[in-house]
């Protein structure tokens, strides 16, 4: 069994950054694709950003491209995503997610693990 948990999510003005963290037990972390989901409120849970076991192959939203960043410590087991040049837009439950079958379902909404999720506000 894996477990997640996220922190770092919580409320900033737009044009400000955050840097979430998902700590990972239970499993080799290196052999698990990881991402960020995310959550708005009244809508379904949309696909952020997304890296390999390895860390050497990333894969972001349209909407996020350019101004967060998906990045990984094996040794540390956590994954982290840094955002920077927040929008109102990017307001909602981010969910960090795990896949033994590499990061395309990850991506693609069939992760094997979920976090708890964690709150992040954009205001304007």
């Known amino acids: 069994q894996v477990q997640l948990v996220e922190s770092g999510g919580g409320l900033v003005q737009a044009g400000g950054s955050l840097r979430l963290s998902c700590a990972v037990a239970?499993?080799?972390?290196?052999?698990?694709?990881m991402g960020w989901v995310c959550q708005a409120p009244g809508k379904e849970r949309e696909f952020v950003a997304v890296?390999?076991?390895?860390?050497?192959?990333?894969q972001y939203a349209d909407s996020v491209e350019g101004r967060f960043t998906i990045s990984r410590e094996n040794a540390k087991k956590t994954v982290f995503l840094q955002m920077n040049s927040l929008k109102p837009e990017d307001t909602g439950v981010y969910y960090c997610?795990?896949?033994?079958?590499?990061?395309?379902?990850?991506?693609?909404?069939?992760?094997?693990?979920w976090g708890q999720g964690t709150q992040v506000t954009v205001s304007s």
């Open positions: 997610a795990a896949g033994y079958d590499g990061f395309v379902p990850v991506r693609d909404g069939r992760a094997n693990y």
């Open positions: 239970g499993r080799t972390f290196s052999s698990l694709g």
């Open positions: 890296i390999s076991g390895s860390g050497g192959a990333t």
